[in-house]
């Protein structure tokens, strides 16, 4: 099925669409615009080239190249991102939404409640709570017999993503809850009546049909852990050393510690590239899923 | 006193005050109601000593000019947040003639990089004309010069020493008093605080990177200008040190202190607030030595009470920190202060520079080295009693190291050197089987990545 509103455009559609187009282009395009051609220039902080920056042509990208803490940087982010986006929805978003499933009333509202407030707090509260937790001094440290015992400076990254997927397995557990609420009764039913145990039936009916929520599931966790700033900034700072220091991070260091606003924007520049192109693919993934419905 | 490093809530904060600030000021009046406005900029929480103190130097100024100006209102425009924020506000608010205040209070190595952007008016002159200027030791009225002019006059300035608990020496069976004369004394000290008081941490020095630069700053640059090769910039080579005697000296200190367990818990040195961890510890007996900040002293005193320790005097002594062979005068200090600066297009030069010379009067110059934990800039107010009386002994120990103070280089990046430091001693704290030569490596490495290996240098 075509659209033909998309074929033919006219021109109320195109009038009632303006303000958002201007709003748009003036407030997103235009600044990310904006940062691209920053990234390219020496403009700083302070110094000389505050006021007097000027386009460097490929220098940035130069250094881009041969600056080792960029490509561990994008290695961390890619670890990080994986292990919360991958980990987090398909293990504990799936685990929780089908436990949730069939648990009794009281139990689900309770499990799926304290779930939805842990992503609702603020990044800051969350990364509060989760220092606490896993700092020397923390439950975790108590809970191992030592007050000194330092579980987040001992596996950093490790923390990190426990504590993003703790904070966003909420919203992938709704996401999912929904997915498995529509996956149609009669085909689990069949495939019981053939004699498929209940471990069968979820693998290999239940997951293929979810593929599509599950999948834009992952893309959407992906891109809120790939701008998760907050999170590691406070806990770890990026550190101990440069343990996790995801780009994000490593960007703000550049720009607002280092004060090279250019060099910042670059790095700046590939998240949003990383993040174009894992929202396409979401934009991609929804829009077939919309089509196989219809 | 200078506290926390910045959250990403804190440059949340500042990013919408920014944009407040930069939408209001656009509009501020440089006359309003038929009075002048002369508009200051200052950190509310990072400066003094609390932000009560704050409001009273800054509100006592403002007051005083106003009575003596009935036709100047003093717009006070306090700046939230840690070290980072207050430079990245500033940035901000110079990019706009509209938003620069006309005088601003900043961190010594700020004025520098402010300077160079051509947003502050040289002083030179003014200055010339004061009386307490010629008074103020040549390393401070050169401190914030740039391109031989004064841009930045200090309200006081910071220094380091070694704070060790008497009680704790005494039942180690240490000698009281304690005068260490080498980095050596040092070690044994804490080995034997190590060995008769477990559960005591017997030697805090700052490693990592949660304080920011200040974690190198009561880490590495409390050894460093006391070592064989004090360089961190060359000057004639216009090159970064990432690898000399005296580095490799502090380094190995560090090795000692954390391979054989005598630092402090990761967790603490960490953390964003570890420069001030002695403070709330050290009444606790937590710690034996603490390399520490001159400030310490003062926030026990009753005015500031953060926590108000009457015993202070006695039981935490203090010394300088000695050089690492004992060499004569055997001071090993940075310096790092706290600066005014004008704004290159402030409207009303002549009255702000009559602000300025009133925020460096006798009384303000005491009450901010007590109330922020400094020492004055002029040389006779360092003797003066209402000083020396505030915090004894810390503030007179202050001012007899602080002439022998080296300052941190002022160019941008210092910050890059800093962070190559804070990754080597994250390393060495952390892993203590890490080596001297791999401490020096990581930060030779970080270095030349982050500028060019063009621009390091190894000192023989």
Avoid at chain 1, 22 to 46: D, K
Avoid at chain 2, 32 to 47: D, F, H, L, Q
Avoid at chain 2, 411 to 433: F, I, K
Wanted: with cysteine; proline share 6%; glycine share 8%.
């Amino acid at each position: 099925m075509k659209g033909d509103v998309a074929e033919r455009p006219d021109g109320v559609a195109f009038l009632l669409l303006l303000p958002t187009a201007i709003l748009l282009l003036g407030l997103f395009v235009g600044p990310v615009l904006y940062a691209f051609y920053l990234g390219l220039t020496n403009i700083a902080l302070m110094g000389p080239t505050a006021r007097h920056f000027h386009f460097t042509g490929m220098a940035n990208l130069h250094r881009l190249a041969r600056d080792s803490l960029f490509w561990e940087s994008l290695k961390l982010t890619a670890i990080f991102v994986a292990a919360s986006a991958i980990v987090g929805v398909t293990v504990v978003g799936m685990a929780l939404a089908v436990l949730i499933q069939h648990a009794v009333a009281w139990l689900r509202a309770a499990v799926g409640a304290i779930v939805v407030v842990a992503w609702m707090l603020p990044p800051l509260t969350a990364a509060l709570i989760w220092y606490a937790f896993s700092t020397s001094g923390g439950t975790l440290s108590l809970l191992g017999g030592s007050s000194r015992l330092d579980v987040l400076d001992s596996f950093p990254m490790t923390v990190v993503c426990l504590a993003n997927i703790w904070a966003t397995a909420g919203f992938s557990m709704l996401v999912l809850s929904a997915g498995l609420r529509s996956v149609p009764t009669e085909v689990l039913e069949a495939g019981r009546m053939e004699g498929a145990s209940r471990w069968r039936v979820f693998c290999f009916l239940t997951l293929p049909i979810m593929k599509p929520t599950i999948v834009t599931n992952i893309l959407l966790v992906t891109l809120l852990s790939l701008g998760n700033f907050s999170l590691i900034y406070i806990m770890t700072g990026g550190g101990p050393g440069n343990a996790t220091d995801i780009l994000p991070i490593y960007s703000y260091q550049q720009a607002l510690v280092f004060g090279k606003l250019g060099y910042g924007a670059l790095l700046g520049d590939v998240v949003v590239i990383i993040a174009t192109i894992f929202a396409y693919l979401y934009v991609r993934m929804s829009r077939t899923t919309r089509m196989a419905a219809a | 006193m200078p506290r926390h490093r910045l959250t990403s809530f804190h440059f949340a904060v500042l990013a919408a005050a920014a944009g407040a600030s930069a939408l209001g000021g656009a509009s501020r009046p440089a006359q309003a109601a038929g009075k002048t406005v002369i508009t200051c900029a200052y950190s509310e929480t990072y400066v003094f000593d609390n932000e009560d103190l704050t409001k009273k130097w800054w509100g006592g100024v403002k007051a005083d000019f106003e009575r003596m100006h009935p036709d100047v209102t003093v717009q006070l425009e306090p700046i939230q947040g840690g070290y980072d924020d207050i430079l990245n506000k500033l940035s901000l608010l110079y990019r706009s003639p509209a938003t620069a205040p006309d005088i601003a209070q900043m961190a010594t190595p700020m004025v520098d990089r402010i300077a160079s952007a051509g947003y502050l008016l040289p002083l030179d002159k003014f200055l010339a004309t004061t009386a307490w200027w010629k008074r103020f030791p040549p390393a401070i009225q050169q401190e914030a010069m740039w391109q031989g002019k004064t841009y930045g006059v200090t309200t006081g300035e910071n220094d380091f020493m070694l704070y060790y608990d008497v009680t704790l020496f005494k039942k180690a069976g240490l000698p009281v008093p304690w005068k260490p004369m080498s980095w050596n004394d040092i070690l044994a000290a804490g080995r034997v605080v190590k060995a008769k008081l477990p559960g005591v941490v017997p030697i805090w020095i700052l490693a990592g990177s949660g304080a920011g630069d200040f974690s190198v700053l009561m880490g590495v640059n409390m050894l460093l200008p006391g070592s064989s090769t004090p360089t961190i910039f060359d000057d004639k080579t216009q090159k970064w040190v990432v690898d000399s005697p005296g580095l490799r000296e502090v380094f190995g200190f560090f090795h000692s202190v954390f391979s054989e367990g005598m630092g402090g818990k990761l967790s603490d040195l960490f953390s964003e607030s570890s420069n001030n961890d002695p403070i709330f510890m050290m009444p606790k007996h937590q710690i034996a030595i603490a390399f520490g900040g001159n400030w310490y002293g003062g926030n026990w005193s009753k005015l500031v009470s953060t926590p108000y320790w009457p015993e202070a005097s006695k039981i935490a002594a203090v010394v300088a920190v000695p050089t690492v062979n004992g060499k004569a005068p055997n001071i090993s200090t940075m310096v790092s202060g706290w600066d005014l600066a004008v704004s290159a297009t402030t409207k009303t030069p002549a009255l702000t520079l009559q602000l300025l010379d009133l925020m460096e009067s006798k009384e303000n110059q005491i009450n901010a080295a007590n109330w922020a934990g400094w020492v004055p800039g002029d040389s006779d107010y360092v003797k003066d009693p209402e000083f020396i009386n505030f915090a004894p002994p810390y503030n007179e120990l202050s001012a007899v190291i602080l002439p022998f103070g080296i300052t941190e280089p002022a160019t941008g990046d210092y910050l890059v050197w800093s962070r190559g430091v804070q990754e080597a001693t994250a390393a060495l704290a952390q892993h203590p089987n890490t080596s001297v030569d791999q401490a020096i490596k990581i930060l030779s490495d970080y270095v030349s990545n982050q500028l060019d290996p063009s621009q390091t240098e190894v000192l023989k």
